[in-house]
């Protein structure tokens, strides 16, 4: 069975190329714009991984890491954070997230970390 793996990524040309790269993977994949799409789709299924961009139209990333890691069902799902602003050391102070990449990122740097926390 493929691992799921949610992106959460407002920007809809870095929310297709992540999607289009770990689907060639072999990964299923679901795309949220915002956090109130994640939270509806983790009601259906929880997912494998979760790529969570920091800043979003109805939230932001920390915030959800924050709930994902605070709660018994979800905090062994592995979260990496991706940030457009540099800012790593403070989101890295704020959550507990698996793995931390800024934007713009190296495609196969972004993908053998994906495969460490979810492999196939």
Request: proline letters at 5%; glycine letters at 2%.
């Amino acid at each position: 069975m493929k691992k799921c793996i949610y992106i959460v990524e407002d920007n809809p040309a870095i929310r297709e190329i992540i999607e289009y790269l770990l689907t060639e993977e072999l990964y299923e994949v679901k795309t949220c714009s915002d956090t109130k799409s994640f939270w509806l789709q983790m009601k259906n299924h929880k997912p494998d991984m979760i790529i969570l961009d920091i800043m979003l139209p109805d939230g932001n990333g920390i915030d959800i890491c924050t709930e994902l890691k605070h709660n018994v069902n979800t905090y062994a799902i592995p979260v990496m954070m991706m940030s457009a602003n540099n800012h790593l050391n403070y989101v890295k102070s704020k959550c507990t997230a698996e793995d931390f990449i800024n934007k713009p990122f190296d495609l196969n740097d972004f993908a053998s970390r994906v495969e460490k926390y979810a492999p196939n």
